[in-house]
């Protein structure tokens, strides 16, 4: 998961502007390498991962020993839908290949908007999305049969991202790869 997700992730990633002192929340963190990522980035900041997985959390926590030791990055086995922090309280969350999973995706994105500060960022990566190329529209919903989970085109991002309280709502598209990236303010 960790290597096959790097270059989604890294072209996700490009479209928001990090700085150092960031508090950033990865829901859904898995492996933990982008929880990683963030963290040689926001060297003066924290970042935290939250996964409902106890095997992911473990992992996650092994990927991140060095950044937990030096008090940069916290693990913490959670569901989305209960996210355990205080309203207002990071700059960015991301979720990379993550909110296909998610129970009740506007109630979850509202638990999201919570813990975001003002002017907090959205940031959600996705490799699955209803794209307009035939042939890796049709690989996808096989996927998402298989994997008993719902994809969205870029209206229905913007739509369900708006319902749960967000805006400068903004959707790109890596169309020869069936990539999506979702940006949205708090
Ligand atoms: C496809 S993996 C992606 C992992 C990682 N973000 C990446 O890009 O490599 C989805 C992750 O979301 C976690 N997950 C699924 N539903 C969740 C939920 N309701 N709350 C928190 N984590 C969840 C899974 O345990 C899994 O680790």
């Given at each position: 998961m960790n290597v096959s997700h790097a270059s989604l992730a890294e072209w996700g990633s490009s479209h928001i502007k990090l700085r150092k002192d960031m508090i950033i929340l990865d829901v859904g963190c898995g492996g933990g390498a982008n929880v990683n990522r963030f963290a040689q980035f926001a060297s003066d900041g924290r970042v935290f991962g939250i996964d409902y997985s106890p095997t992911s959390v473990k992992v996650s926590k092994e990927v991140n020993k060095k950044y937990i030791e030096e008090g940069i990055v916290e693990i913490r086995e959670s569901s989305v839908s209960y996210i355990p922090f205080e309203d207002n309280t990071f700059d960015v969350v991301s979720g990379f290949e993550a909110?296909?999973?998610?129970?009740d995706l506007v109630n979850d994105l509202k638990e999201i908007h919570r813990v975001l500060k003002i002017n907090g960022v959205l940031l959600l990566v996705n490799e699955?999305?209803?794209?307009?190329n035939k042939e890796i529209r049709k690989i996808v919903e096989n996927w998402a049969k298989l994997g008993n989970f719902k994809l969205h085109s870029p209206e229905e991002y913007r739509d369900f991202l708006s319902k749960a309280g967000f805006s400068e709502i903004e959707v790109y598209e890596q169309k020869e790869k069936g990539w999506i990236t979702a940006i949205a303010t708090k």
């Open positions: 909110y296909y999973f998610w129970p699955g999305y209803k794209c307009e």
